[in-house]
């Protein structure tokens, strides 16, 4: 099945957390190999090809490498590349060199971005109330490229997508986009965040049997209770 030509079924709203929609994801067909386009209510939910949501991925640029905390958003050079890596999943998809301009204050807004995202998933895995500065900075970027509807010469409804100038903007647009409808669609209630020790990763429990954010972890914990369980068996009785 054909993805939608420029999204032209999207009805985006600014998030509005209430009750879930029970309308369960579809999955409608792939942008150019980079990410499949999941429907839910409402819009579109980018995934990306490592198979989260785009918000999810990018609240995930502060993860473990060997126990010690890495930032893909550390400095310009690497936000650009972390952006340019993925740049079919935006909407409009980042052209090349698209984020090579991305200045101290665009980096600036990409990690407050981040933070209210992260602010907003741990929330959301809480069960707490999204904080109301998260709320604002998501629909704050949300906005940031232009989309309205119009009236087709079939008498249909189109959305149009602006040409903004800073696509760095527009790629945060559509993080944020998919941050409001992770966040107050569907996959809302399978928010989850790693339970391993130090990890500070969020996923989509998308499999009844996933418990982690990576299988990595996963392995490393099983390791952990295997090397527990030998000490145990190895200690004298007391």
Excluded at 187 to 212: N, Q, S
């Amino acid at each position: 099945m054909p993805v939608p030509d420029d999204d032209a079924t999207i009805g985006y709203n600014l998030l509005m957390i209430g009750e879930v929609p029970r309308e369960p994801p579809r999955r409608c067909g792939s942008a150019e190999g980079v990410g499949d386009v999941v429907t839910v209510e409402g819009g579109l939910v980018l995934v990306t090809a490592q198979g989260g949501p785009l918000a999810v991925e990018f609240a995930n640029t502060i993860y473990p490498h060997r126990r010690v905390l890495q930032d893909h958003l550390r400095d310009g050079t690497a936000a650009a590349q972390w952006l340019q890596d993925r740049a079919g999943a935006f909407r409009p998809a980042l052209a090349a060199g698209g984020a090579g301009g991305l200045d101290d204050a665009g980096l600036a807004r990409l990690v407050g971005l981040r933070d209210a995202v992260r602010d907003a998933l741990h929330a959301v895995v809480t069960d707490d109330q999204i904080p109301g500065p998260a709320r604002a900075v998501i629909n704050t970027a949300s906005a940031l490229s232009p989309r309205w509807p119009v009236l087709d010469c079939g008498a249909s409804i189109e959305i149009v997508c602006g040409t903004g100038t800073d696509p760095v903007a527009e790629a945060m647009a559509s993080i944020a986009q998919s941050a409001v409808h992770v966040l107050g669609g569907p996959l809302r209630p399978l928010v989850r965040i790693c339970p391993a020790e130090g990890c500070p990763m969020f996923f989509v429990k998308d499999h009844p049997r996933r418990a982690w954010c990576t299988p990595a972890c996963g392995n490393r914990n099983r390791v952990a209770r295997h090397h527990a369980r030998r000490q145990v068996e190895s200690d004298p009785v007391a």
